[in-house]
């Protein structure tokens, strides 16, 4: 499959483009929306999905766009680890902050092999919550 361009896509394809280039301040929609243009009933729901999930809150732009990015690297999604390494740097990440970012990342997912290898009981003073 090809992305599907802007001129290229049927008129509810071209709304959620127009919407996605408003919303963010960009020229052009990302190839993932492309992509998923293909199917335009995923389409408009990953986008107001995302569009909800990463609007302001209590955590803020940078903090959301670094979790984003750590679950990307962990699921292996290259093309996810591009695009929102970009978007955390853009709201601020630094270098000092990526790297630790990565720490962090690299020793949870060692912790979780550990325990799920062990098959470790969860402590009943965790459960206690």
């Known amino acids: 499959m090809k992305p599907i361009e802007h001129a290229d896509a049927t008129p509810d394809v071209q709304a959620v483009y127009d919407d996605i280039k408003r919303t963010r301040g960009v020229p052009d929609v990302n190839n993932f929306w492309k992509m998923a243009a293909h199917h335009p009933a995923t389409l408009r729901r990953t986008w107001e999905s995302l569009k ?38 853009k709201a601020g990440m630094t270098d000092a902050q990526h ?14 092999r550990l325990a799920n290898g062990y098959q470790v009981e969860v402590d009943a003073a965790l459960l206690d919550r």
């Open 99 to 112: 790297g630790e970012l990565l720490a962090v990342v690299g020793m949870a997912n060692e912790t979780n």
């Open 52 to 89: 909800e999930v990463m609007a302001p809150g209590t955590l803020d732009p940078m903090t959301k766009e670094m979790i984003f990015l750590a679950v990307s690297i962990t699921n292996g999604c290259t093309y996810c680890i591009r695009s929102h390494e970009a978007a955390a740097r």
